[in-house]
């Protein structure tokens, strides 16, 4: 008897159990979507550019348990919409992470909860339907919320349909929010500054950099600019456009050495600027921050002609280089035409002060003065606008300053000079002799 009632008794359990697995239907996959869903289809369209941003939302998981529970209906402006017609400043200000809220309220104010087709939005009255943002619609016909749908029914599935749109949709509360946070901003207190900072070269307060539009030439002149070295006397200061580098001064650098090594006979200046000094680094700086450079390359032939005492002492090589180089932009023509015109020109170089002198000979343009001139020999051997090599035939050295020599003096012989007389006076004394106090 006591097995028989256990028997009824498993009998009685697995019949609830088998009531309770038909009657209640599984809910964990209700909010799972498959490939045929709207939003997958949203991902692969033209809305891609929205799509992104319910990404950024954190919209994707809402919209799924959306789409379980029933159809949706999406207004999406396409790709081009977003790119081109929406203002930077309110996009930036939707992807800001603390603007979370308002990126979330635009996003659902364009998504209603139920299925809206083409024949829906045709009526002539003017309806309205609540949104997933708890906001309004209002269609008329062919538009909603005065924005053109211009692709009814453009994406179809059986959990939803795509509309795309003219634009995006705003509701007043994301654009009351971002009006209030940008008038915030624009009537904020100002920002505290550090105590004045005084430039060291001028003794001066330093001011806000002017502004340099890309490619015009730098405001400081060419010394401050460089860094320091053995032979510049102005203390240096930073260039005025070092961050911006408008120009890719290191390539062109880099380009003007590869064009000494292939045309021949420059390898020593070549290994000078590059392994002996820094400053092929130096001049690449230069040029990126927008200065011009013309190159006076001696030949290797002139350059076996330095003897080591010449090379020994410190910075010597920095300073025979920097003597070669013009803070200019120089061709053999623009030299030619200055030296037939005006004689002698003096060029300001890199080892300030001294100046190269440029002068007419021989139908050439020759540097430097007495036994150590060098002629212009391979003319314009690199030129891009920026840096201009031009190749002579000897190492230019500056004229050293000669004291003038004091001539000895003798001893020092006070005189007294006569009172000149006029002609009238002189006739009247000889005539009449010394009788007069003025003929004495």
Same mark, same amino acid.
């Given at each position: 008897?006591? !097995?028989?009632? +256990?028997?009824?008794?498993? =009998?009685?359990? @697995?019949?609830? #159990?088998?009531? %309770?697995?038909? &009657?209640?239907?599984?809910?964990?996959?209700? !909010?799972?979507? +498959?490939?045929?869903?709207? =939003?997958?289809? @949203?991902?692969? #369209?033209?809305? %891609?550019?929205? &799509?992104?941003?319910?990404?950024?939302?954190?919209?994707?998981?809402?919209?799924?348990?959306?789409?379980?529970?029933?159809?949706?209906?999406?207004?999406?402006?396409?790709?081009?919409?977003?790119?081109?017609?929406?203002?930077?400043?309110?996009?930036?200000?939707?992807?800001?992470?603390?603007?979370?809220?308002?990126?979330?309220?635009?996003?659902?104010?364009?998504?209603?909860p139920q299925r809206i087709t083409s024949t829906h939005l045709s009526a002539s009255s003017v309806?309205?339907?609540?949104?997933?943002?708890?906001?309004?619609?209002?269609?008329?016909?062919?538009?909603?919320?005065?924005?053109?749908?211009?692709?009814?029914?453009?994406?179809?599935?059986?959990?939803?349909?795509?509309?795309?749109?003219?634009?995006?949709?705003?509701?007043?509360?994301?654009?009351?929010?971002?009006?209030?946070?940008?008038?915030?901003?624009?009537?904020?207190?100002?920002?505290?500054?550090?105590?004045?900072?005084?430039?060291?070269?001028?003794?001066?307060?330093?001011?806000?950099?002017?502004?340099?539009?890309?490619?015009?030439?730098?405001?400081?002149?060419?010394?401050?600019?460089?860094?320091?070295?053995?032979?510049?006397?102005?203390?240096?200061?930073?260039?005025?456009?070092?961050?911006?580098?408008?120009?890719?001064?290191?390539?062109?650098?880099?380009?003007?050495?590869?064009?000494?090594?292939?045309?021949?006979?420059?390898?020593?200046?070549?290994?000078?600027?590059?392994?002996?000094?820094?400053?092929?680094?130096?001049?690449?700086?230069?040029?990126?921050?927008?200065?011009?450079?013309?190159?006076?390359?001696?030949?290797?032939e002139a350059m076996a002609k330095l003897t080591t005492d010449q090379l020994s002492e410190p910075?010597?090589?920095?300073?025979?280089?920097?003597?070669?180089?013009?803070?200019?932009?120089?061709?053999?023509?623009?030299?030619?035409?200055?030296?037939?015109?005006f004689g002698k020109i003096r060029y300001d170089s890199l080892r300030f002060p001294h100046k190269?002198?440029?002068?007419?000979?021989?139908?050439?343009?020759?540097?430097?003065?007495?036994?150590?001139?060098?002629?212009?020999?391979?003319?314009?051997?690199?030129?891009?606008?920026?840096?201009?090599?031009?190749?002579?035939?000897?190492?230019?050295?500056?004229?050293?300053?000669?004291?003038?020599?004091?001539?000895?003096?003798?001893?020092?012989?006070?005189?007294?000079?006569?009172?000149?007389?006029?002609?009238?006076?002189?006739?009247?004394?000889?005539?009449?002799?010394?009788?007069?106090?003025?003929?004495?």
């Amino acid at each position: 008897m006591e !097995g028989v009632s +256990n028997l009824l008794f498993s =009998l009685l359990l @697995l019949a609830v #159990s088998s009531i %309770t697995t038909t &009657a209640l239907p599984d809910k964990t996959g209700s !909010g799972q979507i +498959n490939s045929n869903s709207v =939003l997958v289809a @949203l991902l692969d #369209s033209h809305y %891609t550019e929205l &799509a992104e941003l319910v990404e950024k939302a954190l919209l994707l998981q809402t919209l799924e348990e959306a789409v379980g529970q029933h159809n949706i209906t999406i207004f999406a402006p396409r790709n081009e919409a977003l790119e081109r017609n929406l203002d930077p400043e309110f996009k930036s200000f939707l992807l800001q992470p603390k603007n979370l809220k308002s990126l979330q309220t635009l996003l659902m104010f364009h998504i209603l909860p139920q299925r809206i087709t083409s024949t829906h939005l045709s009526a002539s009255s003017v309806v309205s339907h609540r949104t997933l943002s708890n906001d309004h619609l209002h269609f008329a016909t062919g538009k909603v919320n005065s924005a053109v749908i211009t692709r009814p029914d453009d994406v179809t599935r059986p959990d939803g349909v795509i509309h795309g749109i003219e634009r995006l949709l705003i509701p007043r509360s994301v654009q009351e929010d971002f009006n209030r946070r940008r008038n915030l901003r624009s009537i904020s207190a100002v920002l505290p500054e550090g105590a004045p900072e005084v430039d060291p070269r001028t003794h001066r307060l330093k001011k806000k950099p002017v502004p340099v539009p890309a490619g015009a030439p730098p405001i400081l002149p060419i010394y401050d600019a460089m860094s320091p070295g053995p032979s510049l006397a102005p203390a240096p200061a930073p260039g005025p456009g070092g961050p911006r580098h408008h120009f890719n001064g290191d390539a062109q650098v880099k380009d003007f050495i590869h064009t000494l090594l292939h045309y021949g006979g420059y390898n020593e200046m070549a290994d000078i600027l590059v392994n002996l000094t820094s400053l092929a680094t130096e001049m690449g700086r230069l040029v990126s921050e927008g200065y011009v450079l013309t190159v006076l390359a001696p030949n290797d032939e002139a350059m076996a002609k330095l003897t080591t005492d010449q090379l020994s002492e410190p910075g010597a090589p920095e300073q025979i280089m920097y003597y070669h180089i013009i803070p200019e932009y120089q061709t053999e023509e623009s030299m030619y035409n200055s030296v037939r015109r005006f004689g002698k020109i003096r060029y300001d170089s890199l080892r300030f002060p001294h100046k190269v002198e440029a002068q007419e000979a021989d139908g050439s343009v020759k540097f430097g003065h007495g036994d150590g001139s060098a002629y212009l020999f391979d003319p314009d051997i690199y030129t891009d606008g920026r840096i201009s090599v031009q190749g002579i035939d000897g190492v230019l050295f500056p004229e050293e300053e000669t004291p003038v020599e004091n001539k000895s003096a003798g001893p020092v012989v006070k005189t007294t000079a006569k009172p000149r007389r006029g002609k009238l006076i002189e006739v009247a004394c000889r005539m009449f002799g010394s009788q007069f106090y003025t003929c004495q």
